[in-house]
T-cell receptor, first 114, second 111 residues
């Protein structure tokens, strides 16, 4: 398996623009997690899904952030409108089961909002 | 709210030395604890996963221990090598899937 695949790897956009980050989990995994990493706040869990259903979105910072998982092999994290403080590395991870098994991380998307 | 702390924030050791990284968590009601490695500009790679019922896990030169009652986990690295240089993060997971990460310990192993 190719592992968790995230796209794009890098995104530079202007403040106010819509940003969509994409994630393809490992085939067969039924849990998917979105994280954000910054120097100031470290690694934060934003939202996670189990069997395509959002379980906990309490980590989503604002209504500008939204995430979807339309099927078992694809998820998106959208920021609209984007702001400079959203600049961070966004990671997607997947696992089989919510907590029992190892989470496998993608390489991340480095987002810069100017 | 779970809080995870890792001490020290940075550690530099000469090659060949054995070392211990520390992770503490405030809420002992965890389902498991996971140690990760992160290289600069890269994603996280899972090293060891310890279930709450376990005391330790070993993989090669790595040994992770877990003491739920005291809210502590340690990652022991034997015979360190320059290739071990990276940031090591621990994460506490609840049975509902919620993860809380520490800020990591950045390890430098000098040749």
């Amino acid at each position: 398996d190719a592992g968790v695949i995230q796209s794009p790897r890098h995104e530079v956009t202007e403040m106010g623009q819509e940003v969509t980050l994409r994630c393809k989990p490992i085939s067969g995994h039924n849990s998917l997690f979105w994280y954000r990493q910054t120097m100031m706040r470290g690694l934060e869990l934003l939202i996670y899904f189990n069997n395509n259903v959002p379980i906990d979105d309490s980590g989503m910072p604002e209504d500008r952030f939204s995430a979807k998982m339309p099927n078992a092999s694809f998820s998106t994290l959208k920021i609209q409108p984007s702001e400079p403080r959203d600049s961070a590395v966004y990671f997607c991870a997947s696992s089989y089961g919510l907590a029992k098994n190892i989470q496998y991380f993608g390489a991340g998307t480095r987002l810069s909002v100017l | 709210k779970q809080e995870v702390t890792q001490i020290p924030a940075a550690l530099s050791v000469p090659e060949g030395e054995n070392l211990v990284l520390n992770c503490s968590f405030t809420d002992s009601a965890i389902y498991n604890l996971q140690w990760f490695r992160q290289d600069p500009g890269k994603g996280l790679t899972s090293l060891l996963l310890i279930q709450s019922s376990q005391r330790e896990q070993t993989s090669g030169r790595l040994n992770a221990s877990l003491d739920k009652s005291s809210g502590r986990s340690t990652l022991y690295i034997a015979a360190s090598q320059p290739g071990d240089s990276a940031t090591y993060l621990c994460a506490a997971h609840t049975n509902a899937g919620k993860s809380t990460f520490g800020d990591g310990t950045t390890l430098t192993v000098k040749p």
